[in-house]
């Protein structure tokens, strides 16, 4: 393929809807077309090699450019592209369901295979659904959620998405879905503890479970760290007290490790290794493929598997899945993909270089527009406020409007010097490809450390700070 650049614009223009497209902007988007990729690189139309900071959208587990990857996948292609996921089997998508079941931590023996994300969500939340009107309990279906939390863009993952970005303009209330406020430390009010924060919002579930009574509370949904609500990392222990809460109040804990799983924090799955927890459903997608190919899929416990099948099944069969649950293709890319990860003992990479990408990314947090910084693993954000305008009593719209643009504008810094971030509005987010060596963590913060201090010196001249 070898479009112009300018016909490329044109299309992208008129043709292509975007996910979350800003429709102001449509019709005069330059947006930065990427030609080519290669390890933990990307390369723009201008030739100009950029860091991908994101990793694609936190998913470029093994990096870009896998020549093993283009094989698995073309031999799959040609062997046999697809079958009916209904009704047959085969080989790669039985052999990843093993491999997952393998993985996962506790019981979670069953594999549900789905085609992203958002799709495995819904298939963790229709489970529930399904799971209590069979065992007898049909008012057991009001889920918990999160302010911040993402879990989706079909409907019902949007419906426990705690974003407002998310939700607005859409009829989204079904009126079963319920938010607990931000687990987020750096918003807590001033002078309280950390212990107190924690207390406080492990507090809030428990009060939401016997408001709502449990017998009407079927699942707390929860990702490990909030990924795309701005990289929130609980309050430690937090995760813990919250999933025995749920087992006391037989309420089910969904995970949703699609950015937390798969090496992200330094091991398969987040949950058991990194915050002690056993979850009753895991959803997962993103680095199940390093992002080669779309797959997702929901690991479930087999104590809940068992309770509805076999002779407690009474008649019914799970009416849920997709054409392409269990893609042969998707499967075949996600074997190899956790084969690399295996074979270059990509975990304990990321367990032996998060430390130094921490502490260089925490060093941020001596510049004055540097509000927070946060991360854990390979993943991490740095939140930007114009301090002097925050003290000037700034009327919120305004100042709001402000904030939004300091992630845009300290990325187009970030670009110029050979780096790409996710501007999410004074936000800057950051999942680097699981290869990523310890002098290039070291050029990705140094860009970005330059990057906010253009940006300052910038808001400095316009504002007369
Ligand atoms: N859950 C979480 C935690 C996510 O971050 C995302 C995607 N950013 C999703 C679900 C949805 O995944 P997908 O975009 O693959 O549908």
């Known amino acids: 393929m070898s479009d112009p650049i300018g016909q490329i614009h044109e299309h992208d223009n008129q043709a292509w809807f975007h996910p979350w497209e800003y429709l102001p902007d449509v019709g005069h988007n330059q947006r930065s077309i990427i030609q080519r990729a290669e390890g933990i690189h990307v390369f723009d139309e201008h030739g100009q090699r950029l860091i991908d900071g994101p990793g694609g959208m936190w998913?470029?587990?093994?990096?870009?450019?896998?020549?093993?990857?283009?094989?698995?996948?073309?031999?799959?292609?040609?062997?046999?592209?697809?079958?009916?996921?209904?009704?047959l089997t085969?080989?790669?998508?039985?052999?990843?369901?093993?491999?997952?079941?393998?993985?996962?931590?506790?019981?979670?023996?069953?594999?549900?295979?789905?085609?992203?994300?958002?799709?495995?969500?819904?298939?963790?939340?229709?489970?529930?659904?399904?799971?209590?009107?069979?065992?007898?309990r049909p008012g057991k279906k009001h889920i918990i959620s999160r302010e911040h939390a993402y879990h989706g863009s079909t409907y019902l993952g949007a419906t426990v998405t705690g974003k407002d970005r998310d939700r607005n303009w859409f009829d989204i209330n079904t009126g079963l879905?319920?938010?607990?406020?931000?687990?987020?430390?750096a918003g807590r009010p001033a002078g309280m503890s950390l212990q107190a924060f924690c207390d406080a919002r492990v507090a809030d579930l428990e009060n939401k479970i016997l408001e709502l009574g449990a017998d009407k509370v079927g699942a707390f949904i929860a990702e490990p760290i909030q990924a795309s609500g701005g990289v929130i990392v609980p309050p430690e222990g937090y995760l813990k007290r919250c999933w025995e809460i749920c087992r006391r109040?037989?309420?089910?804990?969904?995970?949703?490790?699609?950015?937390?799983?798969?090496?992200?924090?330094?091991?398969?799955?987040?949950?058991?290794?990194?915050?002690?927890?056993?979850?009753?459903?895991?959803?997962?997608a993103k680095g199940l493929t390093s992002g080669y190919l779309p797959l997702g899929a929901m690991l479930l416990s087999e104590r809940l598997f068992q309770e509805v099948s076999g002779s407690n099944a009474n008649g019914a069969s799970f009416g849920h899945g997709f054409t392409y649950s269990g893609h042969p293709v998707c499967c075949a890319a996600a074997l190899k993909s956790i084969e690399i990860i295996e074979r270059e003992q990509l975990l304990q990479h990321v367990r032996a270089l998060s430390p130094h990408f921490l502490e260089r990314l925490h060093a941020l947090r001596e510049i004055p527009l540097v509000f927070d910084t946060r991360g854990m693993g390979l993943v991490g954000c740095v939140e930007c406020r114009v301090r002097p305008l925050v003290e000037s009593g700034m009327d919120g719209s305004e100042l709001y409007a402000f904030e939004t643009e300091l992630g845009m504008r300290i990325d187009r810094h970030c670009h110029e010097l050979g780096l790409m971030v996710r501007p999410l509005t004074n936000l800057c987010v950051f999942s680097p490809p699981l290869v990523i060596q310890r002098d290039e963590v070291d050029q990705m913060l140094d860009?970005?450390?330059?990057?906010?201090l253009r940006t300052q010196r910038e808001l400095e001249l316009e504002l007369g700070l």
């Open 177 to 185: 879905s319920h938010f607990l406020p931000s687990v987020n430390p």
């Open 447 to 452: 860009i970005l450390h330059e990057a906010i």
């Open 249 to 284: 109040h037989d309420v089910l804990f969904i995970a949703d490790e699609v950015v937390t799983g798969f090496g992200r924090l330094g091991h398969w799955f987040a949950s058991e290794a990194v915050f002690g927890i056993q979850p009753d459903l895991i959803t997962c």
């Open 90 to 136: 085969s080989e790669a998508p039985t052999r990843l369901a093993a491999k997952l079941a393998e993985l996962a931590p506790g019981d979670l023996k069953r594999v549900f295979l789905t085609t992203g994300g958002s799709t495995a969500v819904d298939t963790a939340l229709r489970f529930v659904h399904f799971y209590n009107n069979l065992k007898g």
């Open 59 to 87: 998913c470029m587990q093994i990096g870009y450019g896998r020549k093993e990857m283009a094989e698995a996948i073309a031999e799959q292609a040609l062997r046999m592209p697809y079958m009916n996921p209904f009704s």
